[in-house]
Protein backbone atom coordinates (compact mmCIF):
# COMPACT_ATOMS: atom_id res chain seq x y z
CA UNK A 1 0.00 0.00 0.00
CA UNK A 2 1.44 3.39 -0.67
CA UNK A 3 1.94 5.70 2.23
CA UNK A 4 -0.57 8.36 0.82
CA UNK A 5 -2.95 7.82 -1.92
CA UNK A 6 -4.93 10.29 -4.05
CA UNK A 7 -7.81 10.22 -6.57
CA UNK A 8 -6.65 8.85 -9.58
CA UNK A 9 -7.90 11.89 -11.91
CA UNK A 10 -7.60 13.53 -14.49
CA UNK A 11 -10.54 15.65 -13.38
CA UNK A 12 -11.97 18.19 -15.99
CA UNK A 13 -14.16 20.77 -15.10
CA UNK A 14 -15.82 23.69 -16.09
CA UNK A 15 -15.39 27.24 -15.01
CA UNK A 16 -17.28 27.56 -12.12
CA UNK A 17 -17.78 24.23 -10.65
CA UNK A 18 -16.94 22.83 -7.10
CA UNK A 19 -14.50 20.09 -7.20
CA UNK A 20 -13.22 17.84 -4.44
CA UNK A 21 -9.75 15.99 -4.31
CA UNK A 22 -9.55 13.25 -1.67
CA UNK A 23 -6.16 11.81 -0.30
CA UNK A 24 -5.47 8.94 2.68
CA UNK A 25 -2.20 7.98 4.18
CA UNK A 26 -1.33 4.94 5.71
CA UNK A 27 1.65 6.14 8.60
CA UNK A 28 -1.09 7.48 11.90
CA UNK A 29 2.16 9.00 13.26
CA UNK A 30 2.15 11.41 10.02
CA UNK A 31 2.21 15.12 12.18
CA UNK A 32 1.37 17.77 9.67
CA UNK A 33 -0.32 17.55 6.76
CA UNK A 34 -0.62 19.82 3.10
CA UNK A 35 -1.23 20.77 -0.15
CA UNK A 36 0.84 21.32 -2.89
CA UNK A 37 0.26 22.45 -6.06
CA UNK A 38 2.53 22.06 -9.22
CA UNK A 39 2.35 23.38 -13.09
CA UNK A 40 3.26 21.64 -15.97
CA UNK A 41 7.32 21.59 -15.57
CA UNK A 42 7.33 23.45 -12.41
CA UNK A 43 8.65 23.19 -8.91
CA UNK A 44 5.70 22.21 -6.33
CA UNK A 45 4.21 25.41 -4.39
CA UNK A 46 2.61 25.44 -1.13
CA UNK A 47 -0.71 26.03 -1.40
CA UNK A 48 -2.30 25.75 2.50
CA UNK A 49 -1.65 23.96 5.26
CA UNK A 50 -4.38 21.30 6.52
CA UNK A 51 -5.33 21.27 10.42
CA UNK A 52 -7.92 19.32 12.22
CA UNK A 53 -10.53 21.64 12.51
CA UNK A 54 -10.51 22.33 8.70
CA UNK A 55 -9.43 25.80 7.45
CA UNK A 56 -10.32 27.83 4.63
CA UNK A 57 -8.67 30.11 2.23
CA UNK A 58 -11.04 32.29 -0.09
CA UNK A 59 -12.21 29.53 -2.67
CA UNK A 60 -9.96 26.67 -0.97
CA UNK A 61 -11.35 24.83 1.81
CA UNK A 62 -8.99 21.70 3.49
CA UNK A 63 -9.83 19.14 5.98
CA UNK A 64 -8.24 16.40 7.90
CA UNK A 65 -9.75 13.46 9.65
CA UNK A 66 -7.08 11.78 12.06
CA UNK A 67 -8.82 9.04 13.16
CA UNK A 68 -9.99 7.54 9.48
CA UNK A 69 -6.00 9.28 8.13
CA UNK A 70 -8.22 10.84 5.49
CA UNK A 71 -7.38 14.50 3.92
CA UNK A 72 -9.44 16.85 1.04
CA UNK A 73 -9.52 19.73 -0.83
CA UNK A 74 -12.48 21.51 -2.07
CA UNK A 75 -12.04 24.05 -4.88
CA UNK A 76 -15.25 26.42 -5.08
CA UNK A 77 -15.95 28.43 -8.02
CA UNK A 78 -12.73 26.72 -10.63
CA UNK A 79 -11.05 29.59 -12.49
CA UNK A 80 -8.71 28.81 -15.32
CA UNK A 81 -5.72 29.57 -13.61
CA UNK A 82 -7.11 26.56 -10.92
CA UNK A 83 -5.34 24.16 -13.56
CA UNK A 84 -2.55 21.84 -12.08
CA UNK A 85 -1.72 18.87 -10.15
CA UNK A 86 -2.35 18.95 -7.13
CA UNK A 87 -0.10 17.24 -4.60
CA UNK A 88 -1.54 15.51 -1.36
CA UNK A 89 1.76 15.77 1.13
CA UNK A 90 2.10 14.18 4.78
CA UNK A 91 5.38 14.72 7.20
CA UNK A 92 6.81 12.52 9.86
CA UNK A 93 10.14 13.38 11.71
CA UNK A 94 12.87 11.76 10.89
CA UNK A 95 16.87 11.85 12.43
CA UNK A 96 18.05 11.19 15.41
CA UNK A 97 16.85 13.90 17.41
CA UNK A 98 13.63 14.36 15.03
CA UNK A 99 14.31 17.48 13.44
CA UNK A 100 13.84 17.15 10.04
CA UNK A 101 10.94 16.78 8.33
CA UNK A 102 10.15 14.25 5.41
CA UNK A 103 7.19 14.82 3.21
CA UNK A 104 5.44 11.65 1.65
CA UNK A 105 4.23 12.99 -1.33
CA UNK A 106 1.12 11.75 -3.31
CA UNK A 107 1.22 10.89 -6.66
CA UNK A 108 -0.89 14.05 -7.62
CA UNK A 109 -4.43 14.46 -9.44
CA UNK A 110 -4.16 16.23 -12.24
CA UNK A 111 -6.96 19.36 -12.59
CA UNK A 112 -7.96 20.74 -15.69
CA UNK A 113 -10.52 23.62 -16.04
CA UNK A 114 -12.58 24.38 -18.88
CA UNK A 115 -13.34 27.60 -20.54
CA UNK B 1 11.51 37.12 2.73
CA UNK B 2 13.16 33.74 2.06
CA UNK B 3 14.51 32.61 -1.40
CA UNK B 4 15.96 29.56 -3.01
CA UNK B 5 18.06 29.27 -6.14
CA UNK B 6 19.37 26.49 -8.06
CA UNK B 7 20.78 26.14 -11.14
CA UNK B 8 21.75 26.02 -13.71
CA UNK B 9 17.96 25.41 -14.65
CA UNK B 10 18.74 22.82 -17.42
CA UNK B 11 21.44 20.96 -17.75
CA UNK B 12 22.16 17.93 -20.69
CA UNK B 13 25.48 15.72 -19.51
CA UNK B 14 26.58 12.43 -21.71
CA UNK B 15 26.37 9.37 -19.69
CA UNK B 16 29.49 9.00 -17.05
CA UNK B 17 30.05 12.71 -16.75
CA UNK B 18 30.44 14.03 -13.66
CA UNK B 19 27.75 16.29 -11.97
CA UNK B 20 27.19 19.42 -9.48
CA UNK B 21 24.17 21.04 -8.97
CA UNK B 22 23.84 23.61 -6.18
CA UNK B 23 21.18 25.10 -4.33
CA UNK B 24 21.25 28.58 -2.01
CA UNK B 25 18.80 29.98 0.41
CA UNK B 26 18.73 33.36 1.51
CA UNK B 27 17.12 35.53 4.07
CA UNK B 28 16.81 32.40 6.94
CA UNK B 29 19.27 30.85 8.99
CA UNK B 30 20.35 27.24 9.95
CA UNK B 31 17.23 25.83 7.80
CA UNK B 32 16.86 22.19 6.72
CA UNK B 33 17.73 21.28 3.49
CA UNK B 34 16.71 18.60 0.89
CA UNK B 35 17.31 17.13 -2.30
CA UNK B 36 14.50 15.63 -4.69
CA UNK B 37 13.89 13.84 -7.82
CA UNK B 38 11.15 13.90 -9.67
CA UNK B 39 11.24 11.52 -12.68
CA UNK B 40 8.73 12.12 -15.99
CA UNK B 41 5.11 11.63 -15.30
CA UNK B 42 6.58 10.42 -11.29
CA UNK B 43 6.07 11.84 -7.89
CA UNK B 44 8.58 13.34 -5.49
CA UNK B 45 11.57 11.15 -4.16
CA UNK B 46 13.41 12.31 -1.12
CA UNK B 47 17.24 11.95 -2.07
CA UNK B 48 19.03 13.84 0.92
CA UNK B 49 18.32 16.14 3.69
CA UNK B 50 20.99 18.20 5.90
CA UNK B 51 20.07 19.27 9.49
CA UNK B 52 23.12 21.33 9.49
CA UNK B 53 26.61 21.97 8.05
CA UNK B 54 27.95 18.68 7.51
CA UNK B 55 25.62 16.76 8.38
CA UNK B 56 23.67 14.91 5.27
CA UNK B 57 21.28 11.82 5.22
CA UNK B 58 20.75 9.45 2.29
CA UNK B 59 17.53 8.31 2.15
CA UNK B 60 18.11 6.23 -1.12
CA UNK B 61 21.10 3.92 -2.40
CA UNK B 62 22.50 5.67 -5.42
CA UNK B 63 25.39 7.17 -7.34
CA UNK B 64 24.40 10.05 -6.53
CA UNK B 65 26.07 12.70 -3.05
CA UNK B 66 25.44 15.35 -1.08
CA UNK B 67 27.30 18.26 0.50
CA UNK B 68 26.49 21.38 2.76
CA UNK B 69 29.68 23.32 3.17
CA UNK B 70 28.17 26.00 4.34
CA UNK B 71 24.53 26.94 6.64
CA UNK B 72 22.74 27.96 2.99
CA UNK B 73 24.96 26.29 0.72
CA UNK B 74 23.60 22.56 -0.43
CA UNK B 75 25.29 20.77 -3.50
CA UNK B 76 24.48 17.47 -5.21
CA UNK B 77 26.77 15.75 -7.23
CA UNK B 78 28.11 12.70 -8.86
CA UNK B 79 31.14 11.13 -9.95
CA UNK B 80 29.48 9.40 -13.15
CA UNK B 81 25.87 9.74 -14.70
CA UNK B 82 23.82 7.13 -15.11
CA UNK B 83 20.49 7.10 -18.01
CA UNK B 84 18.43 6.98 -14.76
CA UNK B 85 19.88 10.38 -13.60
CA UNK B 86 17.35 11.63 -15.86
CA UNK B 87 14.85 13.74 -14.14
CA UNK B 88 13.55 16.99 -12.51
CA UNK B 89 16.22 17.93 -9.41
CA UNK B 90 14.60 20.19 -6.72
CA UNK B 91 15.97 21.96 -3.66
CA UNK B 92 13.91 22.41 -0.92
CA UNK B 93 14.21 24.14 2.32
CA UNK B 94 12.37 24.61 5.77
CA UNK B 95 12.77 25.33 9.62
CA UNK B 96 11.26 22.92 12.06
CA UNK B 97 7.42 22.88 12.46
CA UNK B 98 7.11 24.28 8.99
CA UNK B 99 6.26 23.57 4.78
CA UNK B 100 9.25 22.42 2.74
CA UNK B 101 9.55 25.31 0.09
CA UNK B 102 10.95 24.30 -3.24
CA UNK B 103 13.17 26.13 -5.61
CA UNK B 104 12.63 26.51 -9.28
CA UNK B 105 14.24 22.68 -9.99
CA UNK B 106 16.82 21.55 -12.08
CA UNK B 107 15.97 19.72 -15.62
CA UNK B 108 18.87 17.00 -16.45
CA UNK B 109 19.03 15.28 -19.19
CA UNK B 110 21.18 12.18 -19.21
CA UNK B 111 22.58 11.02 -23.06
Known amino acids: RKEVEQDPGPFNVPEGATVAFNCTYS??????FFWYRQDCRKEPKLLMS???SGNEDGRFTAQLNRASQYISLLIRDSKLSDSATYLC????????????????FGSGTQLTVLP | SQTIHQWPATLVQPVGSPLSLECTVE??????LYWYRQAAGRGLQLLFYSVGIGQISSEVPQNLSASRPQDRQFILSSKKLLLSDSGFYLC??????????FGPGTRLTVT
Open chain 1, 50 to 52: VYS
Open chain 1, 89 to 104: VVTTLRGSSGSARQLT
Open chain 2, 92 to 101: AWSVVGDAQY
Open chain 2, 27 to 32: GTSNPN
Open chain 1, 27 to 32: NSASQS
